[in-house]
């Protein structure tokens, strides 16, 4: 099983429509990190959380919420999907390097 | 001016050959960088992390770091057609790594 896991892995989601993106890690780091990738843009920070309860804004949090629900587990939230949201999803956790999910390939139409 | 600046590519080199990539970087109090290698829809893998000035080596990759010139490089020698992919260069600062957009190289067989 992988360290660091994303459910799901890919989704199809309407415009409007509210949509959860999950995470949860074994590695037992403290630190974890939602990026958004898009072609040519590399990987963009949405939020990132130290534990329960210290949740921080990255460069792009407009449109994205996130729950630290336990120290393994963060999810990020779409309130209200649009199309310019379709992206490459990545949760990391940091134990020196940065440990990366598998990714959540998200299609707004 | 963004963090960490990587020419995008691609970078073509023929089998056997010694690739090199190259990344800048803005803030001169940069301590912790990494080079990670993505394949095409998946997730970011570390090849390598650097700290101090000078060369790494770790069989085919070496990295090298010029803190006063504020560059990292990477040079992939014997390079293999299955080193094509996407290689990004990040730093770890303010709590946060940072990402280039990548270098896609292309290793020609």
């Known amino acids: 099983d992988a360290d660091v896991t994303q459910t799901p892995r890919n989704r199809i989601t309407k415009t409007g429509k509210r949509i959860m993106l999950e995470c949860s890690q074994t590695k037992g780091h403290d630190r974890m990190y939602w990026y958004r990738q898009d072609p040519g843009l590399g990987l963009r920070l949405i939020y990132y959380s130290f534990d329960v309860k210290d949740i921080n804004k990255g460069e792009i949090s407009d449109g994205y919420s996130v729950s630290r629900q336990a120290q393994a587990k963060f999810s990020l939230s779409l309130e209200s999907a649009i199309p310019n949201q379709t992206a490459l999803y990545f949760c990391?956790?940091?134990?020196?390097?940065?440990?990366f999910g598998q990714g959540t390939r998200l299609t707004v139409v | 001016q963004k963090e960490v600046e990587q020419n995008s590519g691609p970078l073509s080199v023929p089998e056997g050959a010694i690739a090199s990539l190259n990344c800048t970087y803005s803030d001169r109090g940069s301590q912790s960088f990494f080079w990670y290698r993505q394949y095409s829809g998946k997730s970011p893998e570390l090849i390598m992390f650097i700290y101090s000035n000078g060369d790494k080596e770790d069989g085919r990759f070496t990295a090298q770091l010029n803190k006063a010139s504020q560059y990292v490089s990477l040079l992939i020698r014997d390079s293999q057609p299955s080193d094509s992919a996407t290689y990004l260069c990040a730093l770890y600062n303010f709590n946060k790594f940072y990402f280039g957009s990548g270098t896609k190289l292309n290793v020609k067989p």
């Open positions: 990391a956790t940091r134990g020196g390097e940065a440990f």
